[in-house]
């Protein structure tokens, strides 16, 4: 029996075992992703005995790997938009006044912050990574980006009375 031989009966248990426990759709992904990684990475490992084991892993990893992204994404448990309730158009006075209340004191808040945690505020909000920051900051560490993103945020909740209400 040829590698490839191997690799096509192969590709059958992996998406079946990747179907019984994610969608259709990324199952076939995340086989495809494994047999792509035991092609280029793993050709040397020839013997049925250790590669379906050493592919089993692989798939394992990968579906731990899509769940923390799609968990980070907030795609695990999203409600469909259809059933979410249209937004009321004609909010009730009291709703707007304590809107505009914590809109003023928050631009008064930030207003007080030093240059460095206004820009980083700005650029979260423009959508940049800490990555991109860490650039348009020109620090060497990612890490004092995110000290600095911290000691902001505590900063900005202090000015604004130590709660977001």
């Given amino acids: ?37 035991l092609h280029e990475k793993y050709a040397h490992v020839t013997e049925l005995t250790e590669l379906v084991p050493l592919a089993f892993q692989v798939l394992r990893f990968k579906m731990l790997d899509a769940h923390r992204k799609s968990l980070r994404r ?7 938009v ?18 505009k209340q914590r809109v003023d004191r928050l631009v008064a808040a930030v207003a007080q912050l030093g240059d460095r945690c206004r820009d980083l505020f700005r650029w979260k909000l423009e959508g940049h990574s800490f990555p991109e920051i860490q650039r348009l900051m020109n620090q060497p560490s990612i890490n004092t980006i995110y000290t600095w993103d911290l000691r902001c945020r505590k900063q900005l909740l202090s000015l604004m009375g130590g709660s977001w209400d």
């Fill in 1 to 37: 029996m040829t590698r490839d031989d191997i690799l096509t009966s192969l590709r059958e248990r992996i998406l079946a075992f990747a179907t019984s426990r994610v969608t259709r759709d990324l199952a076939e992904d995340l086989t495809q992703e494994v047999l792509v990684l």
């Fill in 74 to 80: 907030g795609e695990y448990n999203q409600d469909s």
């Fill in 82 to 99: 259809d059933d979410l309730p249209l937004a009321n158009p004609g909010d009730n006075p009291a709703t707007l006044l304590d809107q």
